[in-house]
């Protein structure tokens, strides 16, 4: 069990960082669903099943839907006419 939890800590980690370097906003919200399903995999293997849904619901679907949203609503006032 050690081993499994040293890998979600590390893939977490590493997928945080690449979250903060990411500088495109649509690459951006992907890499963050993808960090939301790392952290889903680490609660689940820590034992906390109910965290991990609900990081499941808020972390990989929602949040990343909002910001797809906002970032189409943006793109599209900002295109000349």
Known sequence: MMILQ????TAVMVLGVLVVLSFDPLRQVIV??????SLVVLFLVLQAPDVGLSELVVGTVAFPLVLLATIAR???TQRPK
Do not use: A, P, R, Y
């Not at 040293?6 to 800590?9: A, C, N, P, T, V």
């Not at 963050?32 to 399903?37: A, H, T």
């Open 74 to 76: 943006t793109k599209e």
């Open 6 to 9: 040293l890998i979600s800590f």
């Open 32 to 37: 963050n669903g993808v960090f939301g399903l």
